[in-house]
């Protein structure tokens, strides 16, 4: 997979064409932002600053791209494999919408398909897409569940999401280390049965 594909170098940088015209009118409101703290905007440090954050945003947020959506490949469920199928501990970063500072941390997927299967490495590419923008964890949560559910028409989805939010710890409302757990259920993820299923698969470590 190309750095490309996987999100990792932002449009901008990634043709040999002109630089995104983007960069620069938001590296403009960055240079504001850091004039208004009375920074010396000619220290070497800082004189690069404005677009380095410019081409940072544009990829962190690259998930609001036209064309951004995942190529998501599926297959006819021939064996009829009708357990779960969970991938677990995948990682991801992204942005509070309210903060525009980070929030991270791993989400566990799993459904139980109908006629459809998924890739299992697009589990990670559906997770990137909805983390690459300003983001709520509970409506990422949500959006990844509604995703699997509208693509695979499977028997049930459900979703967890463990993450770790800078704007809470860097500002010391809760102690540095709080995770914070949402979770969407679709389907016979509703039948408790299922859902411990799940949730004792995610927690064991020997697999
Ligand atoms: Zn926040």
Redesign the pocket.
């Known amino acids: 997979m190309s750095e490309r594909e996987r999100g990792l170098v932002s449009v901008v940088d990634a043709g040999a064409g002109s630089p995104d015209p983007r960069i620069e009118r938001i590296a403009r409101h960055v240079r504001g932002i850091l004039t208004e703290l009375g920074l010396d905007l000619a220290d070497p440090n800082l004189t690069e600053t404005d677009r380095r954050v410019a081409k940072l945003y544009l990829e962190m947020f690259h998930g609001l791209e036209e064309g951004a959506e995942p190529a998501i490949t599926t297959f006819p469920n021939e064996e009829r494999y009708s357990a779960m199928v969970i991938e677990k501990q995948i990682p991801f970063y992204s942005m509070?919408?309210?903060?525009?500072?980070p929030?991270y941390g791993h989400a566990h997927l799993a459904y139980i398909p109908n006629d459809t299967i998924l890739g299992l490495s697009k589990f990670s590419r559906i997770l990137e897409f909805y983390a690459k923008r300003p983001q709520?964890q509970e409506r990422l949560t949500e959006q990844v569940a509604n995703y699997l559910e509208n693509k695979l028409a499977p028997q049930g989805v459900m979703v967890v999401v463990e993450a770790r939010?800078?704007?809470?710890e860097m500002r010391g409302v809760k102690k540095s280390g709080a995770v914070t757990v949402t979770s969407a259920i679709r389907g016979i993820f509703h039948q408790k049965p299922v859902r411990e299923e799940f949730l004792d698969l995610v927690r064991r470590s020997d697999v």
Do not use: P
Request: proline share 0%; charged share 0%.
């Open positions: 509070c919408a309210h903060h525009l500072v929030f709520l939010h800078l704007c809470v």
